[in-house]
């Protein structure tokens, strides 16, 4: 599987706020992730955006005028309509969702709205009040209603100075949103437990124990499973990585404050993915003051073992495959022989096992190459690929496992 949004055709509606001029980005990022984008501004888009900037970006026509059609043209509003695999109308005025709501057809982008069979995705932008006025909110409602999808705005300060909900959501959350609409929907009715990043393990107020994850493996598998419909738990050690959307987060530090939340929660849950590093071990002591070279008189650090959550897991589990359990093994030699043991000593059902010693895969990078083993005694090599596509496809193999 490549980009989900390979080769798709994506209608961009662009209407008038402010936050216009966030979205020339998308424009962006959808081509990014192989998609064509073809923009339709409205009057009052246009009174933010130049046509010349969504052309210069998207690499093709603008269209901002119903009317304007030579007679060696195809009718623009029932083309758009037709070749669009997704209308996305973003920023969403509160006059243009009014328009939408009412099935008004009065200019080119809620004529294209009412004409194409494609699914549609709004992200509201407008002042807050304006949001949160029955109006906007009825109208919304019966969006929805017609089986729109639409995308809360943000709460924070207004380009006007009122703070409230209205502000066009991050890329992430839209991009995640537009995922979901391509991917097969079946994780919808599972429940998924997913663990990610490092531990950290305090020596003192400053120091502790950590290790190089950076949390994106776990992240990408949240956010994946979150698009294909699952319901999705995320047990967060501390990472730089803004949460994926749609997701319920759990923030810890320790390797024992993880193990209470996931043995707390793991009851009812389908999957349980374990791509965090855990701490193995955490210091013997902890001290409340920050511990002095002066009167440090050993240069001994003595430990004790964490618990291993995942072993736990697979112990509680016994001979049946329910919650299905997926780890993760970083590793610099012998990768099959250690991901076989682990799968064997911790009771899994499947291994996904990566290889540490490139540079293109494993800590901190965007891209990983890793090998998934079951156990059914199946190994599957993936070559390098972002983690966000491996992330998919560690879900289509616990998919398949899942359902037996
Ligand atoms: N794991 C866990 N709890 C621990 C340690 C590891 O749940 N205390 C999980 C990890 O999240 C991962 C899997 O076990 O999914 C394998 O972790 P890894 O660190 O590779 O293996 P270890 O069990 O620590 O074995 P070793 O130190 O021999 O590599």
Not at 206 to 235: C, D, E, H, I, P
Not at 330 to 347: Q, T, V
């Amino acid at each position: 599987m490549s980009s989900p949004l390979a080769d798709k055709n994506i209608v961009l509606g662009v209407t008038g706020s402010i936050a216009a001029y966030k979205v020339a980005d998308w424009v962006r990022a959808l081509k990014r992730d192989g998609a064509r984008v073809t923009v339709i501004l409205s009057k009052g888009g246009a009174r933010f955006m130049s046509p010349l900037t969504f052309a210069a970006l998207s690499g093709n026509h603008v269209y901002d005028d119903m009317f304007a059609i030579t007679a060696a043209e195809k009718i623009p509003h029932i083309e758009l309509a037709k070749q669009c695999d997704l209308l996305l109308v973003a920023p969403a005025s509160a006059g243009s969702i009014a328009r939408m709501a009412q099935g008004l057809a009065d200019d080119l982008l809620s004529t294209v709205a009412l004409a194409t069979e494609a699914p549609v995705m709004l992200c509201p932008a407008m002042n807050s009040k304006m949001y949160l006025h029955p109006a906007t909110q009825t109208n919304i409602a019966r969006l929805e209603e017609y089986g729109y999808k639409v995308i809360k705005p943000e709460v924070g300060a207004m380009a006007c100075g009122d703070e409230g909900p209205g502000r066009l959501p991050e890329w992430h959350v839209a991009r995640n949103a537009i995922f979901s609409t391509f991917v097969p929907q079946d994780l919808a009715g599972r429940s998924v437990l997913i663990t990610a990043g490092p531990t950290w393990e305090p020596l003192d107020p400053v120091r502790f124990l950590s290790n190089r994850s950076s949390g994106k493996m776990g992240y990408a598998l949240a956010a994946a499973a979150s698009q294909r419909g699952a319901k999705v738990t995320l047990v967060t050690g501390p990472t730089a990585l803004p949460l994926p959307s749609g997701v319920n987060s759990i923030q810890i530090t320790t390797a024992q404050e993880m193990y209470d939340e996931v043995i707390n929660r793991y009851e009812g849950i389908d999957v349980v993915v374990k791509a965090a590093a855990v701490s193995d071990f955490r210091p013997d002591s902890q001290s409340t003051q920050k511990l002095k070279k002066s009167s440090t008189t050993a240069n001994t650090l003595t430990l004790q073992a964490n618990p291993d959550i995942l072993h736990t897991l697979g112990e509680r589990k016994g001979k049946c495959h329910y919650p299905l359990l997926v780890g993760f093994a970083a590793e610099s030699e012998n990768h099959i022989e250690e991901g076989r043991r682990k799968l064997r000593e911790k009771n899994l059902d499947l291994m996904v096992v990566n290889d540490i010693t490139g540079t293109d895969c494993g800590f901190g990078v965007d891209t990983n190459r890793v090998t998934m083993l079951d156990y059914n005694d199946t190994t599957e090599e993936l070559p390098l690929l972002s983690k966000e596509e491996t992330a998919h496809r560690v879900w289509d193999r616990a998919v398949r496992l899942l359902n037996g």
